[in-house]
């Protein structure tokens, strides 16, 4: 049991949710790698959502919104972390939610989808024996998508994503919006949109964006997206994270 006064009570959470998860044969061998590299970053920026990756949500809401077949993909990590806000975002937008693993393996993807049906979500697809489609430009087991789902895409939100995956995506003209703490990774400089924060707390945020944008007419959500240059957005992330450095006292 985590004391709540304790200082580090969120991260401490957020870890016990990991390990829990691993335990449960959920997560990559290497997923305890990658949470303390997003660790890292969240410290660097603060640990609470800047002010531009709030922009980066509103754009990443617009997107969404205009899409025709928008998908929300998840891997072992945000399954850990955030499945049920996953499930809030699918269900809010109508749109599938998509297992993708890096480290695939049958009883890993039976595993997430399970959870995920258990939290209400209602379209779960990049599970075994179903009709797949290839991403050109991947090898392997890598290059296979949903039919129905990330093949079929024109607006794919992809947290935690590897760099090949995202430069495949885009080259296959899909808009890739990611979640990505660290701002200088392959992905976050291939993506549309590039949420720097955490999954966490990049959710829900986005959730709630979507429910207040909705109604907006197409031109409005169009100069939203217009508006949002993604390059910028990252060299602010950056500017955050050295201001960090520097007001740090000895
Ligand atoms: O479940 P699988 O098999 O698909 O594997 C998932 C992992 C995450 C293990 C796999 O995709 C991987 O190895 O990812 P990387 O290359 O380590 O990249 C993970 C990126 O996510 C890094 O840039 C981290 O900074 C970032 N990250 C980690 N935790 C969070 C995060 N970003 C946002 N929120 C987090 N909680």
Same mark, same amino acid.
């Given at each position: ?8 009570y ?24 990658a949470?303390g590299r ?28 205009l ?5 929300? @993909?998840v891997?072992?990590n945000?399954?850990?972390?955030? @499945?049920?806000?996953i ?59 949903s ?26 003209g ?8 660290n ?47 993604n390059?910028?957005n990252l ?6 994270i ?9």
């Amino acid at each position: 049991m985590i004391p709540k006064d304790h200082p580090r009570y969120e991260s401490l959470v957020l870890r016990a949710r990991i390990v829990e998860a691993s335990k449960a044969g959920i997560l990559a061998d290497s997923a305890m790698i990658a949470h303390g590299r997003g660790e890292a970053f969240d410290y660097l920026i603060g640990e609470k959502t800047t002010q531009n990756a709030k922009e980066a949500v509103k754009a990443a809401a617009a997107a969404l919104i205009l899409a025709e077949h928008p998908v929300v @993909s998840v891997n072992g990590n945000t399954t850990a972390l955030v @499945s049920e806000d996953i499930v809030r975002l699918s269900n809010t937008l109508k749109a599938p939610i998509e297992i993708n693993l890096f480290y695939r393996t049958p009883q890993r993807v039976e595993k997430i989808e399970k959870i995920l049906k258990e939290k209400g979500a209602k379209n779960v697809l990049g599970v075994e024996n179903e009709k797949k489609g290839l991403i050109k430009g991947l090898k392997g087991p890598r290059a296979n998508a949903s039919f129905e789902g990330v093949y079929k895409a024109d607006v794919v939100l992809v947290p935690l994503e590897d760099g090949d995956r995202a430069e495949a995506l885009v080259a296959n003209g899909k808009t890739v919006i990611t979640i990505d703490l660290n701002p200088l990774s392959r992905t976050a400089k291939t993506s549309f949109v590039t949420i720097v924060d955490n999954v966490v707390r990049a959710i829900p945020l986005i959730t709630e964006e979507v429910k207040k944008l909705r109604n907006c007419d197409e031109t409005e959500l169009r100069n939203i997206l217009n508006n949002f240059d993604n390059s910028l957005n990252l060299e602010k992330s950056l500017k955050i994270i050295s201001k960090t450095y520097a007001d740090e006292k000895p």
